[in-house]
């Protein structure tokens, strides 16, 4: 089964506007990934955070994890048409796992 | 920094034909290697991971199978396909344990009809 679950599934917004991805997953894990995918194209990783580190930033993109809630988000903020893309979390415990994704609709 | 070239990019076949996907991966040594599918609109399934030449796993039970013949290089296969096989398929690599980031390949999407 799937470790990760994304919520919400799409989300549109205006450029400029923040835009936040949730991920749920449901066992331990070593560390969680964030990976975006434009459409037709292979995965590029975004930021990884270990199961001991709460937050972590790189440029436009906060991520945050809570493991006694087996949680994360994703913030990218000021977004910009660029960012229109899917978005997946992965946990890692042995192998990664992949969530079903987040559509992210960035409006000009 | 390393590259992941897959091909064919893209492929239309016949239910019941074979297949052959190939994967190659420069700037890199000794990489563990994966094979990934992706249902339309679906997160990624992992399908086969391989940490050196020869060496196959297979993470479920299928109509596909995998081969490490060199050490940046890794096929996917299949004797006859289905038409649950269509789907995008994408080569992974990753370095030594599968605790750190992983590179994907640009896919190759193959519809069977």
């Known amino acids: 089964s799937q470790q990760g679950e994304e919520d919400p599934q799409a989300l549109s917004i205006q450029e400029g506007e923040n835009a936040t991805m949730n991920c749920s997953y449901k066992?331990?894990?070593?560390?969680l990934q964030w990976y975006r995918q434009n459409s037709g194209r292979g995965l590029v990783h975004l930021i990884l955070?270990?199961?001991?580190?709460r937050e972590k930033h790189s440029g436009r993109l906060r991520v945050t994890l809570d493991t006694s809630k087996k949680s994360s988000s994703l913030l990218i903020t000021a977004s910009r048409a660029a960012d229109t893309a899917s978005y997946f979390c992965?946990?890692?415990?042995?192998?990664?796992?992949f969530g079903q994704g987040t559509i992210l609709t960035v409006h000009p | 920094s390393q590259t992941i070239h897959q091909w064919p990019a893209t492929l239309v076949q016949p239910v019941g034909s074979p297949l052959s996907l190939e994967c190659t991966v420069e700037?890199?040594?000794?990489?563990?290697l994966y094979w990934y599918r992706q249902a339309a609109g679906r997160g990624l399934q992992l399908l086969f991971y391989?940490?050196?030449?020869?060496?196959i796993s297979s993470e479920v039970p299928q109509n596909l199978s995998a081969s490490r013949p060199q050490d940046r290089q890794f096929i996917l296969s299949s004797k006859k396909l289905l038409l649950s096989d269509s789907g995008f398929y994408l080569c992974?690599?990753?370095?030594?344990?599968?605790?750190?980031?992983?590179?994907f390949g640009p896919g190759t999407r193959l519809t069977v009809l």
């Open positions: 992965a946990t890692s415990y042995g192998k990664l796992t």
């Open positions: 066992t331990s894990i070593n560390n």
């Open positions: 992974a690599t990753g370095p030594g344990g599968s605790y750190n980031e992983q590179f």
């Open positions: 391989s940490v050196g030449i020869g060496q």
């Open positions: 955070i270990r199961s001991n580190e």
């Open positions: 700037g890199t040594s000794n990489p563990n």
